[in-house]
């Protein structure tokens, strides 16, 4: 349920048939990280209740100590995920305008 | 006791009969949130002892980190809800100069 | 031994033999603190080690994180008391150059 | 397998066959604090999964506060090594441009 | 080995022999504040194995929050000796340019 667009040398998985994050419930942000390769993070996203409207609104401190994760894979899950997850719902915002 | 107001793709609850949030007692703030769908939140700002008044000082990391509460819904509550009640608050007070 | 002086819509209690919190001792500073309503949060600025020359150098987040006291009066204790006493304290200053 | 580059007053050493950090595994990291004098702190980079993308990745208070090591180490790796591994890489980048 | 200087209203320590802060070991680190007034919280500095370098890296924060040390003590600790060690070595560094 998972398809994959390349964002310069990223790689951002998207949920098929609901594409905007916006819409994600907590179980999809769990999957959308167990799919990026960060099963055992996913879990702290369950545990910490995030949506994918709680995900648009993480800055990289919140990614790096509140979920308490290890530091290497939230890094990670901060540059190539939660950041380019929120660039990319901002510019489509923006295309609407 | 509660009436909504929609502001934007916001709903902030208010008090009827106590509209300005720098009013509300310890239990105003617990009510306000159990009645905003955050019933176990509310307790924390009932034991950290947040009446209106420390309410309108709070800012985003005092949620995120001061109140020990879960991630997802400590973001949202600041957004949708601290965040909104202040910048309410503040225009209010502009509105009398 | 307090006195009350009305600085806007807050009130600061001063030490009347002593008005100058520079030279506030640690027992001094847990006094005022006493005296202006929050006995409990007092006793944290006795057991830190707060005398009068550090409350002048205390930061917003040296009061909300440091004394570990609950955030609904750490709030207000850093609002309308360490803030104002030290705008007060560098008003003074300035008045002599 | 680590040669020593000086640059200004500090010395970075490098991963012979693998110069550039951005390709550095986990082991790799732990290797080079481990060279550069911080055996006990390696661990602590292994413990925290860090590769070499995730050290580039790296700001002064997650090596500070992230690590849970001691704070003299920690300020000097950061000021020694994750800093200057970063402004190397990033200029080499630039070179390319 | 102390000998004191006065830099307006703070008064520096500096050791004889090795004036120089960049020079000291963990051991002169501790004994600087053990002759300034801080025999507990020298304790802490040697515990995190801060030297002279170390030392001049150190932010407010650092200090405040990296030491576990009370409150009151790091604020004076901060702004009378860390900061001010730090100033009189940069302008001594600038004076040689």
Chains 1, 2, 3, 4, 5 share one sequence.
Not at 51 to 78: E, F, H
Request: proline content about 3%; overall charge negative; glycine content about 6%.
């Amino acid at each position: 349920t998972f398809s994959q667009k390349i964002l310069g040398s990223t790689t951002v998985f998207s949920i098929d048939n609901n594409q905007n994050p916006v819409d994600w419930t907590v179980a999809d942000v769990a999957s959308y990280f167990t799919a990026a390769g960060f099963p055992e993070q996913a879990l702290a996203f369950r545990t910490q209740e995030i949506d994918g409207k709680s995900l648009l609104l993480m800055q990289r401190n919140d990614v790096l100590t509140g979920l308490s994760i290890r530091l290497g894979p939230a890094l990670k899950i901060y540059e190539r995920h939660v950041k380019v997850l929120q660039q990319t719902h901002f510019q489509d915002d923006e295309a609407f305008c």
